[in-house]
């Protein structure tokens, strides 16, 4: 069986991890925010669930953490299952460098290939919102512009804001309404430092890794 974290630090909070059976009512996760607990199921109707399959249910239950820490609550479950399964996609298939200046060559997402190009052309323009990146889905790239002075956590931190806009694009289910909300909101710093300080991201891509070589 795979090992998780017995702790999760969100924002100024830290959960307790707690692996065992599903619920009653037949649920593989649980989010207690008062309690500061995450349950994940490791087993469902007597079976032994699949490493990975834990690993989605524990992303799912800490993107309900940074939703109550950091957004108020606001993300409902229906949004909280999208953003857990596009995302837990995303971080299988891509080892983000989260922690390094370094950005990543290409990021692989849904059969597509993004070139990471940086420092961009002078005609790109950035994003307004950020002046950070820009991303053409049309010919696959996602441009990225920044200083050599810039800290770690800025570079990385928007470079997450970024995939989590493309992401969100390429799943398909998420309304242009949700994609606004999410992507305007501060969850994508709430994201990056749980994934960071947590080392969810590593734990991800390592495990699927493993598997498939």
Known sequence: MIKLPK????????????????TENGYVGYHDYHNQIIKV??????????????????LHEVIHAISAIWLE????????????????????QNNLMLREIKLPKKIKYGGFI????????KEIEMDEDSF??????????IYVKYSDSDAPFYIKSLFM???????????????DEEVENIYSSCFYQGLYQVLVDNNIDTL?????????R
Do not use: Q, W
Not at 41 to 58: F, Q, S
Not at 114 to 121: A, C, G
Not at 161 to 175: E, I, N, P, Y
């Open 114 to 121: 993004y070139d990471i190009v940086s420092p961009p052309p």
């Open 132 to 141: 950070f990146s820009t991303t053409n889905d049309a010919i696959c790239r």
């Open 7 to 22: 702790k999760i630090k969100v924002g100024g909070a830290v959960y307790k991890v707690n692996l065992g059976k599903e």
């Open 204 to 212: 991800i891509y390592n495990e699927y890794n493993k598997k498939v």
């Open 41 to 58: 199921a490791t087993t469902h109707t007597g079976d032994t669930r699949h490493n990975l399959m834990i690993l989605e249910t524990l």
């Open 73 to 92: 609550d606001k993300l409902s479950e229906k949004v909280v299952t999208k953003l857990s399964t596009a995302l837990f996609f995303l971080l299988t």
């Open 161 to 175: 804001k970024t995939l989590l806009k493309m992401v969100m694009r390429l799943h398909g289910s998420f309304s």
